[in-house]
């Protein structure tokens, strides 16, 4: 251990990071809405890109458009009731003085976030036999996490171990104040070219505007405090602000894609879409109680964009009226934020009995991992007259894709890692920020068409974690 401390001071204060996440820990749970817009493709489990037959193949695949042959107006709204699934790192010390802690362990702080949003409106307009452009509006990005008054506190550490008839009450608590809100809204201009009667490709222009803003409550600023409670009436304060500030977020992006007839009469198609957007460039401020190795990175430059995302599906008909689609969604959910953004630090024993004690260290974040979405639906569609009525059910997986972290001491020489375990700093660490959970979402929904000119969809998405209901509207001219 002797030679445990000059070399961890070196070796944790200047280790850079991968690219991760602004160290919040409401904004390492930060959920994204990237399924199509539209009622038909949330019934169906977002299994849309091999079909994309009305005005939201602009947004979904912009290939579709070439299905379509009059001019089209569609809007679209959504309803959100999401449960943001954060845990709380809880450990308590008894027993002798030298008595270690029990690992932390992980306590549900799920908080409760709700929006209603119009998420698509768009018109399709045919410019030749082959060529079909389409102008549309979307919000693909809402997430609004607010832990109340309180604040949402990640760890909790206590120690009550006795020397005898005395018994300690130390408290070491880390609580995150004020709302996270995100937001991604876009204007595309997508045309679709008939290459033949089987072959459609697509592309599109988008301009988007991101909005990131970690907002303050009535206490002050988006902050986190670290309160060290010694004895009940002596506490250690130290209360870190954090900002965004001048995010650039009008940014431009493209999309491209293809739909191609595989059998004939469209008794099997195919779809391909690929979507991308400009990084939005910002920066992220730190004030207050700046930990000693962040103090010449008090304002560090960060860029956040929409992960860029790709999908490949089929749908089929084995008999007139039933389409089933199956389709993977790739998305790159790492590229949200560009590099690690430390902002609080850690103080504790570290290594072997008694251990060394050490301040300033820092955590390392890590983003999510890219992930593919597997979807499925079905759709009948029963005619009757002028009416046509479509029942839909869908399911996909959302997998985890939260951030995840550590923190450890390496000694240089031998590559050994050592946690922070006196208090568990280490474990509530990696405990608070887990990566999140994954989760079977399943859907369904109605549609109706009357006299081939006007279309409603109705539609909702159940999972543990969120709730979403849909309607949609579309009009041929």
């Known amino acids: 251990m002797k030679r445990l401390l000059p070399v961890l001071a070196v070796v944790l204060l200047a280790r850079v990071p991968a690219s991760a996440q602004v160290e919040s820990a409401l904004l390492s749970k930060v959920?994204?809405?990237?399924?199509?817009?539209?009622?038909?493709?949330?019934?169906?489990?977002?299994?849309?890109?091999?079909?994309?037959?009305?005005?939201?193949?602009?947004?979904a695949n912009p290939a579709g458009l070439g299905l379509l042959s009059s001019f089209e107006a569609g809007v679209s709204g959504k309803r959100v009731d999401d449960v943001i699934g954060l845990v709380t790192a809880r450990s308590t010390a008894t027993g002798g003085l030298s008595a270690p802690y029990p690992s932390p362990r992980a306590v549900n702080s799920d908080i409760s976030a709700r929006s209603s949003l119009g998420e698509f409106a768009g018109i399709v307009i045919p410019i030749s036999r082959r060529v079909v452009a389409a102008v549309s509006f979307a919000e693909n990005l809402s997430f609004e996490g607010d832990p109340g008054p309180d604040g949402y506190a990640y760890i909790e550490l206590r120690d009550n171990r006795s020397g005898g008839t005395t018994r300690r009450d130390f408290l070491y608590e880390f609580r995150e104040h004020g709302a996270v809100s995100l937001r991604n809204r876009l204007v595309a201009l997508s045309a679709a070219y008939r290459v033949t009667e089987r072959l459609r490709l697509g592309a599109g222009l988008t301009l988007n505007r991101m909005e990131l803003d970690l907002l303050g409550?009535?206490?002050?600023?988006?902050?986190?405090?670290?309160?060290?409670?010694?004895?009940?009436?002596?506490?250690?304060?130290?209360?870190?602000?954090?900002?965004?500030?001048?995010?650039?977020?009008?940014?431009?992006?493209?999309?491209?894609?293809?739909?191609?007839?595989?059998?004939?009469?469209?008794?099997?198609?195919?779809?391909?879409?690929?979507?991308?957007?400009?990084?939005?460039?910002?920066t992220f401020e730190i004030g207050g109680d700046v930990p000693t190795p962040l103090a010449g990175q008090k304002t560090r430059p960060f860029s956040a964009r929409v992960p860029r995302d790709a999908a490949i599906g089929l749908a089929a008909q084995p008999f007139p009226g039933l389409t089933v689609a199956a389709e993977a969604q790739w998305i790159a959910y790492g590229d949200f934020i560009d590099r690690s953004l430390p902002t609080v630090s850690?103080?504790?024993?570290?290594?072997?009995?008694?251990?060394?004690?050490?301040?300033?260290?820092?955590?390392?974040?890590?983003?999510?991992?890219?992930?593919?979405?597997?979807?499925?639906?079905?759709?009948?569609?029963?005619?009757?007259?002028?009416?046509?009525?479509?029942?839909?059910?869908?399911?996909?997986?959302?997998?985890?894709?939260?951030?995840?972290a550590n923190l450890v001491a390496t000694e240089e020489t031998t590559g050994a890692a050592f946690d922070v375990d006196d208090p568990p700093f280490s474990g509530g660490v990696r405990t608070v920020y887990d990566g999140g959970r994954p989760d079977d979402r399943f859907s369904g929904g109605l549609g109706a068409t009357i006299s081939r000119k006007v279309s409603f969809d109705l539609a909702f998405d159940l999972g543990r974690s969120s709730r979403v209901l849909s309607a949609s509207l579309f009009y041929r001219f």
């Open 217 to 282: 409550d009535e206490g002050g600023p988006h902050r986190i405090v670290n309160r060290t409670f010694t004895t009940p009436t002596q506490v250690r304060t130290l209360t870190t602000n954090m900002a965004i500030r001048d995010l650039d977020g009008n940014v431009l992006g493209f999309l491209v894609g293809a739909h191609v007839d595989l059998l004939a009469d469209g008794k099997l198609t195919a779809g391909a879409v690929y979507r991308q957007t400009s990084k939005a460039e910002g």
């Open 346 to 404: 850690y103080a504790g024993f570290v290594g072997p009995a008694p251990g060394m004690f050490l301040e300033d260290l820092l955590a390392e974040m890590r983003p999510p991992d890219d992930v593919v979405v597997p979807r499925l639906g079905v759709e009948y569609v029963a005619a009757s007259g002028d009416l046509l009525l479509a029942f839909r059910l869908g399911y996909h997986r959302e997998p985890a894709r939260g951030v995840t």
């Open 31 to 59: 959920t994204f809405n990237l399924t199509n817009p539209g009622g038909k493709s949330l019934a169906m489990g977002g299994a849309f890109t091999a079909i994309a037959d009305d005005a939201t193949a602009g947004i």
